[in-house]
């Protein structure tokens, strides 16, 4: 079994969609494939109307091969502030042609305001480790978990694109999505994410790191400089989340290039002018690098006027790790790689 399905962006690459069929007949819905969570939740007939702008809803007894799961409930909280909670059944699940008879699809009774105002996004796809999937009593499998074996290799791979759709792969590596080799890197899944470490990252050009200037007698005042270009980066890859949250000693070193950057209160994070030139933010796994073009580090102007812009590379706030959103995984084709017991993660240049 094989499936593949677009990803389409909404405005500044906020999300991506992806179109997914519930149930018999097949009622499509459009949800956000999301790597750091493992829930399959949808807007659904049991969604108060209150809390319901425009999405697709899910109606399991519209659907002959939908079960209800007896008993079982489920109560997600993201990072963000958001959450949802419901019922669960069990249905027909296809993505890109990948179906699953018996997946858990979780029906939305409450979705907090951020949902409802978020009118395209039909529901979540969790694509994390089963783990920390939230059904009680039972705790459920994520989609991929369920297909994994039926699957003729066990990975997914993302292929998310700047402003134009991209494609999410279950089942094989399509070798006309990236150039150069993959790197594959161990995943350390032990809190339910696909955690990993990239072994290295460079703010612009390399001159731009102080020890390869050929600074013999750099005043004692400089920096000793954080030799970026060998200092390791942990965090989970997500899929579901937009930016890149990196330690703030990276965000001083990126937005130290930019001269009208400041850390803003009132924005939430770092915004510059948004005319400012700024620099590509590259990563490395292996002996592949990945390069972040500074165009997509200039994420989307604050308000209106159009003078200020928000960064796309912006503080982890002390989570005790990074999270590589799809800011930092649009540049790269992306391979998630499970056979059930070493999880890991490739990345090659395209
Ligand atoms: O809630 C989230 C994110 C939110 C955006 C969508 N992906 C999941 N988590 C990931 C980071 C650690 C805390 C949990």
Redesign the pocket.
Known sequence: DTGSAAATPEQYDIQYLTPVSLGTPPQILNLDF?S??SDLWVFSSETPASQVKGQAQYNPSKSSTSKEVSGATWDIS???GSSSSGNVYTDVVNVGNATFAGQAVETAQQVSSSFTSDTNNDGLLGLAFSTINTVQPEQQKTFFDNIRDDLDSPVWTADLKHNEPGTYNFGFIDDSLYTGKIAYTDVDSSDG?WMITLDSYSVGSSTSNLSSRAFHHRPSTFPSPSDSASTPLTG?A?T??TLALLPDSVCTEYYSQVSSAANSQTAGGYVFDCDATLPDFTYTVGSTTITIPGEYINYAPVDTTGEQCFGGIQSDAD?GFS?FGDIALKAAFVVFEDDGSSPRLGFAQK
């Open positions: 999301d750091g969570s993201y990072g963000d994410f989970i997500d579901g989340t989570i999270i």
